[in-house]
């Protein structure tokens, strides 16, 4: 257990509308990640964050954004939610050579 | 492009007996591979890794064998356990950088009793 908690765990939304999916950690772990998982696709990286206010894009960032003003908290948020964003969203944190990942937070957007 | 492939979506073992699971990369630039175990509504749990200076690791009833020159990688896990019925991902990242993972499209594997 890496003190990874996500937060909500569900969530349905319609299309247009802003959503923020959050991602804590206790362990003050310099790296976070934001992943998607979709079927066929496995797991797909869509931000990343080395440092308070440091981050960059992974391969799926169309559509995302991602903030983080404290070492503990990395926030996804889709501006503009569409179908296609449906998804489960896992969030991870690196220590060593391994990354630890969160429980997923299930977005369904009508 | 999948760089990290899986290509057996599904495979069924009976309890006892040895499972194998396949991967197949394609980026010569990796250098560390993973494999994570999902079960339904939960996040992947790490369950081994090898570097590329290695060609076999071993944990319990879990080793996984790297072979560079086919850029393939494959867990074994004996004795196959019920409790071994979930999703398996292998994953793979280069040398430098943020440790950004690539991730195979998993194989979920059913142990029959």
């Known amino acids: 257990d890496a003190g990874i908690t996500q937060s909500p765990r569900h969530k349905v939304t319609e299309t247009g509308t802003p959503v923020t999916l959050r991602c804590h950690q206790t362990?003050?772990?310099?790296?976070m990640y934001w992943y998607r998982q979709d079927p066929g696709h496995g797991l797909r990286l869509i931000h990343y964050?080395?440092?308070?206010?440091?981050?960059d894009k992974g391969e799926v960032s169309d559509g995302y954004s991602v903030s983080r003003s404290k070492t503990e908290d990395f926030l996804l948020t889709l501006e503009s939610a569409t179908s296609s964003q449906t998804s489960v969203y896992f969030c991870?944190?690196?220590?060593?050579?391994?990354?630890?990942f969160g429980p997923g937070t299930r977005l369904t957007v009508l | 492009d999948q760089q990290v492939k899986q290509n057996s979506p599904s495979l069924s073992v009976q309890e006892g007996r040895i499972s194998i699971l396949n991967c197949d990369y394609t980026?010569?630039?990796?250098?560390?591979f993973l494999w994570y175990k999902k079960y339904p509504a939960e996040g992947p749990t790490f369950l081994i890794s090898?570097?590329?200076?290695?060609d076999k690791n071993e944990d319990g009833r879990f080793t996984v064998f790297l072979n560079k020159s086919a850029k393939h990688l494959s867990l074994h896990i004996v004795p196959s356990q019920p409790g071994d019925s979930a999703v398996y991902f292998c994953?793979?990242?280069?040398?430098?950088?943020?440790?950004?993972?690539?991730f195979g499209q998993g194989t979920r594997l059913t142990i029959n009793p």
């Open positions: 991870a944190i690196s220590a060593g050579d391994t990354q630890y």
């Open positions: 362990e003050n772990h310099r790296y």
């Open positions: 964050s080395y440092g308070v206010k440091d981050t």
């Open positions: 980026n010569s630039m990796f250098d560390y």
């Open positions: 090898i570097s590329s200076i290695k």
């Open positions: 994953a793979a990242r280069k040398a430098q950088g943020a440790q950004k993972l690539v």
